[in-house]
């Protein structure tokens, strides 16, 4: 029973916590993108409860919320651009009815590629590049 309550407790303070969980991956064996462009994965899960569902209580899990916090994180790597490839939001308001109707735990998770540098290598730039030359002569 002891066990059960200090659990409980824990998770508890998690909840009441609102934080965001970051991962990266920056080596892809000296690869490029498809543009040519240098690239860091970032995975963010953030965690919150909100109020009533869908009102940011402690903490903002929200979609928009969590976009806002990847790119803060993809501009600290010194990225240009991002793409997104992937997010989900998974809202708990079934966990502990009545209670989570009011007060409800919420995650989303945001997965995507920090570009770093925009290389114009690619083969349709080089085609445009040579067409201007052409056009300069």
Sequence with gaps: ????????????????????????APDFNGLKDVEGSDAVHINMTKVAVHFGIVVPFIGD????????????????????????????????WWILPPISFVLTPRFTNVAGEALLAFNDTTPQKEAESKADAQKAD
């Design 61 to 92: 899990a929200s979609l928009e919320g969590a976009v806002r916090d990847f790119t803060k994180e993809a501009k600290k790597e010194g990225a240009e651009r991002v793409r997104i490839v992937q997010s989900d939001e998974t809202t708990l």
């Design 1 to 24: 029973m002891r066990y059960a309550q200090q659990l409980a407790n824990t998770l508890l303070l998690l909840c009441l916590s609102g934080c965001a969980l970051t991962s990266k």
